[in-house]
């Protein structure tokens, strides 16, 4: 019972003492630094401390009680023989404008970094800490120069950023990876800082020209890596796929790497690249599941790009790689690929819910039923069965409780409740939905219920959203010229109500889906002259740059809307890629 009271009062002590040098950095914080300063005092008698000595200094010189501080160092200097104390006096002097004394202390210091190497770091981190950073890179140098087994790159290459060099920042950080390739992905964060999506961009040029030095000089698997990211930064897909190569013939263990930078391709809706990079998986793969999906990805590019008279044709291809692979368990995520083409493409939702519900009597994980499910729920939503749908997805969230799936299909049950009317219910759903762990379902939940909210009690009939809810409907369903009729009617009959902003922005999206470019672009321009201080205001002017940027190429009017949201919209969810993509179109050297 003693021992545990011991330690009880050696666990509040050790709290309270936690609780005052909290208290004492929050006064230092706060510009309060006669309070700072008593309890940096009581924190050292306490428990003396090198951390809090240095606080006590740093706090007298923000006092300007300059000579008090150089008390308090010099005491320290007859206590421990500490090289970096000498900075620290030179500091104070350099404070009192006694410029000539503390130059004659900087160079003392410098002189020890010549008699003992070992002290280096702590000396050139003490002129570091007082922004003295050609001081620093000198102390870095010489100790490095007088001790080979020392590398202070990084530090050198960070002080370089400082002052702009960044030539040298990205060659000291090179040469670091050169003695230490585990610090590669360290140099990536790094560089992000320094190099955009523009190949023109002088910093992208100038690390470009370093990297292939380097490769030149000393082939080295790190070379190839850090120019494959270098490419995927500026969207050079197919160079980044030519150091990928050269990663995967040094060691064939895997081909990670590459399926990795084809489905970043597929996320950038480069096609080309993608189908050359899966084909190259293809014909490199023992594996059953990466061929099954590299197959399954390049038929969804297909799908994506194709007419009408190449459905038939992309139907064949499925039913050869089932007939190669079978349909079992393995296959189950090109099952449901093959079960979403012939609903949603080639309009055959009833041969798409037979072939799902046979994918079912197979031996399914939780998981794998549930997503069989989740797919036949959609079918069934796309034939208007709505409560039919609705089971399936009560099923999942019973059987997979609190999952990502689960969620996503409460989201759907919302999404069914509305396009059939049921507003209260969808909503519902959807305040529950907005603490969603996964981000994506929080934001589409909260759209939703927004759109909701705002449209349902002006109208008692709720006319215009049950209008809306049906085109949105149309819309999932691929009708989309139905949906685009639908909406004009919307435009027409309840002109100036709350819901005409949200039926402009569908149908632009929807113009961009059926490559109807120039509505979409009067759609968007309409939305941001009558609708700037309204909700979606930003997501006009983003998609807007998007296309003037991507499709039209017209960048400076993508320029002047990303400025826009920068400026008008702080608070939008664009804000950080629009900033990234305005500077990068300015030209900007950093990004």
Not at 17 to 38: P, T, W
């Amino acid at each position: 019972m003693r021992q545990i009271l011991i330690c009880l009062v050696f666990l509040s002590c050790g709290l309270l003492f936690s609780q005052s040098e909290q208290l004492a950095d929050d006064y230092f914080k706060r510009g309060e630094f006669d309070k700072a300063l008593i309890s940096y005092q009581k924190l050292n008698e306490n428990k003396k401390s090198s951390k809090y000595i240095y606080k006590i200094i740093e706090t007298l010189q923000q006092l300007e009680r300059y000579d008090e501080a150089q008390v308090q160092i010099l005491q320290r200097m007859e206590e421990i023989k500490y090289p970096p104390l000498l900075v620290e006096l030179g500091y104070n002097y350099q404070l009192k404008d006694s410029l000539d004394l503390a130059n004659k202390y900087y160079k003392e210091a410098l002189q020890m970094v010549e008699e003992r190497p070992t002290y280096t770091y702590g000396i050139a981190k003490k002129f570091e800490d007082h922004s003295l950073l050609e001081e620093a890179l000198i102390a870095y140098k010489k100790g490095m120069e007088l001790n080979p087994d020392l590398n202070f790159n990084m530090q050198i290459a960070r002080i370089y950023g400082e002052q702009g060099n960044i030539e040298l920042l990205f060659s000291n950080y090179l040469d670091y990876i050169e003695a230490k390739p585990s610090f590669l992905d360290t140099a990536k964060r790094a560089f992000s800082d320094f190099v955009s999506e523009n190949k023109e961009n002088q910093n992208n040029l100038i690390l470009r020209t370093l990297l292939l030095k380097k490769s030149q000089s000393n082939p080295q698997p790190h070379w190839n890596d850090m120019l494959s990211w270098l490419y995927i930064q500026q969207k050079e897909y197919n160079k980044a796929f030519i150091q990928e190569k050269a990663l995967y013939r040094r060691n064939q263990e895997s081909l990670s790497r590459i399926l990795d930078l084809a489905l970043t391709t597929v996320k950038q809706k480069d096609y080309n690249s993608a189908n050359s990079i899966f084909e190259f998986v293809l014909d490199n793969s023992q594996d059953i599941n990466t061929k099954l999906t590299a197959n399954q990805y390049m038929l969804e590019i297909e799908i994506e790009n194709s007419e009408k008279e190449k459905l038939e044709e992309i139907d064949e291809k499925f039913n050869i790689l089932f007939d190669k692979y079978g349909r079992y368990e393995q296959t189950i995520a090109l099952q449901i690929a093959y079960g979403n083409f012939i609903a949603f493409n080639k309009q055959q939702p009833k041969d798409a819910s037979d072939f799902l519900k046979k994918s079912l009597k197979l031996n399914l994980s939780n998981f794998q039923e549930a997503t069989v499910k989740l797919k036949l729920g959609d079918i069934l939503v796309f034939q208007e069965r709505f409560n039919e749908a609705l089971i399936y997805y009560t099923q999942i969230q019973a059987n997979l409780k609190n999952s990502t799936i689960s969620q996503e299909a409460r989201f759907k049950v919302a999404k069914t409740s509305y396009y059939k009317g049921d507003f209260e219910w969808a909503e519902s759903q959807l305040k529950i939905l907005k603490a969603s762990t996964s981000q994506l379902i929080a934001n589409d939940a909260l759209e939703l219920k927004l759109l909701i909210s705002d449209n349902k009690d002006g109208d008692s009939l709720q006319t215009a959203l049950n209008l809306y809810a049906k085109a949105d409907l149309m819309s999932f369903q691929n009708k989309s010229e139905e949906a685009i009729v639908l909406l004009d009617k919307i435009l027409k009959e309840h002109k100036g109500e709350s819901i005409e902003d949200q039926a402009l922005y569908m149908q632009a999206k929807l113009y961009e889906k059926t490559k109807q470019l120039d509505k979409a672009v009067a759609a968007y321009e309409y939305i941001i002259a009558n609708y700037r201080d309204e909700i979606l205001a930003d997501d006009a002017h983003f998609y807007l740059a998007e296309l003037y940027q991507n499709q039209l190429a017209q960048p400076e009017k993508a320029k002047d809307l990303y400025e826009k949201i920068i400026f008008n919209h702080e608070d939008s969810i664009y804000f950080i890629e629009a900033r990234k993509r305005f500077r990068m179109l300015r030209g900007d050297a950093i990004n």
